[in-house]
């Protein structure tokens, strides 16, 4: 993905929802996308799937999977070559998502038709269940009749009924406690390493992150703010946002085992309850007005500064 731009055009003005996101996803390869709410973080995964919902739109950069800008594909050409069958979604709030008068077989069979699937349904419908770890017979219940580990599971295998080389799970864990999302989880880690696919795993939660990802990316206000390895990450944290947010997390230990640079405060932050408001500043770092360390120049936008693992956008490492 280069320079990624998905703007939400409104009444009161036009919202920068992704702004100039960048990052690289090789085979077999997790990426945790972690950031508050209203960041941007679904809205990513929503472009990736060309499915951002109105008034948003793709106004600018590329999405490249292999050699070829799939942001130039028609939309035909797009569901016919690309949606569900190289990359595919759980959508956010998935154990809603299930209709409640259908049965869960019947729903599956629509999406394969949806996708001009002409082999035999039952066998690949069976397939995806066993790969979740369910038994078919679950096609002629009613997601009623289903635990909500369960309706997690079947979303799950809806997404991987095409075999996608892509999975981008927006809160799979979401709503549900903590001993099914551990079984939600180690489900993904089985998924990806057995079908060697690639995962986008959109998250708040810093804690399951690290359970999945290899490599993070700390979003805020629409931009990548730090990128880099998850020891890195929840060891070394550069950006002072992602500093606050590593801090914020409750530790059981006395000294949390953080290295901040020298200079900077060591205390717990809390995040700003507004520091996501949609409608932010044009120029200058988006994090200046919640910053323990805005100098002047911080009105100037930030310059991106990479290292061998990754990235982060900060004056302070100019």
């Not at 106004?59 to 035909?76: A, C, E, H």
């Not at 949806?114 to 035999?120: A, E, F, L, P, T």
């Not at 078919?136 to 580990?149: A, D, Q, R, V």
């Not at 507004?274 to 200046?288: I, L, M």
Request: proline letters at 5%.
């Amino acid at each position: 993905m280069n320079n990624l731009k998905v703007h939400y055009f409104t009444q009161f003005g036009n919202v920068k929802a992704v702004d100039d996101v960048s990052f690289s996803l090789a085979k077999n390869e997790s990426i945790g996308i972690v950031g508050e709410s209203g960041c941007g973080k679904s809205t990513l995964g929503a472009a990736l799937l060309r499915s951002v919902p109105f008034p948003g739109k793709i106004v600018d950069g590329q999405i490249i999977l292999d050699t070829q800008n799939i942001t130039n594909l028609s939309d035909s050409e797009f569901d016919k070559n690309i949606r569900w069958k190289e990359i595919s979604m759980i959508f956010q709030g998935a154990l809603n998502s299930l209709d409640p008068v259908f049965t869960v077989g019947s729903q599956m069979k629509e999406i394969l038709k949806q996708h001009g699937y002409s082999r035999d349904d039952f066998n690949v419908i069976s397939d995806s269940l066993e790969s979740v770890l369910l038994e078919p017979s679950i096609t002629k219940k009613y997601p009623h009749e289903l635990s909500g580990g369960m309706k997690q599971r079947v979303a799950i295998a809806m997404a991987l009924l095409l075999n996608p080389r892509i999975l981008i799970a927006d809160e799979p864990t979401t709503s549900l406690d903590v001993m099914v999302q551990s079984q939600i989880i180690n489900l993904l880690k089985k998924l990806k390493k057995d079908l060697n696919m690639s995962i986008v795993f959109i998250s708040h939660d810093l804690g399951v992150i690290s359970e999945v990802s290899e490599t993070i990316a700390i979003m805020y206000r629409g931009q990548i703010v730090e990128l880099g390895k998850s020891y890195d990450i929840y060891k070394k944290p550069k950006h002072p946002y992602t500093e606050k947010l590593v801090t914020s997390i409750p530790s059981l230990k006395e000294k949390e085992n953080i290295h901040p640079k020298p200079d900077r405060k060591s205390e717990r932050f809390e995040v700003s309850e507004n520091s996501q408001e949609p409608f932010v500043r044009e120029a200058g770092c988006k994090y200046f007005d919640n910053c323990p360390y805005a100098k002047e120049k911080c009105r100037n936008d930030p310059p991106l500064i990479n290292d061998k693992n990754g990235f982060v956008r900060c004056w302070l490492y100019e």
